[in-house]
């Protein structure tokens, strides 16, 4: 089972794309634990998910977050985030676990 963690400023404007995710991965049958969080919660959490997937919007913390935890970081592709793509941010985090 991946466990993918997404993270923003208060966690609301991810729920969608958690959704979205999650319906991707039924649809191609993986299993998957996704939730968002806001970063202020996100921090004390990293450790626990196989991968933090960042929002457009907090990309600006990703340096700082890379000395914080051992568990991969990326930010999540503008245009994908922006068309609440599930099934490309869903590829790309399990891309990043994948390379682990």
Known sequence: MYKILLVCNAGMSTSMLVQRMEKAATE??????????PITDALS?????????LGPQVRHE??????????PI???????????????????????????
Request: no cysteine.
């Open 62 to 71: 990703l340096k700082g977050l890379r000395t914080k935890t051992e568990t």
């Open 74 to 100: 990326e930010v999540i592709e503008m245009r994908d985030y922006g068309m609440m793509n599930g099934e490309k941010v869903l590829e790309a985090a399990i891309k990043v676990i994948d390379a682990k």
């Open 45 to 53: 959490k990293m450790d626990d998910w196989d991968v933090v997937m």
């Open 28 to 37: 191609k049958g993986i299993e998957a634990e996704i939730i968002a969080l």
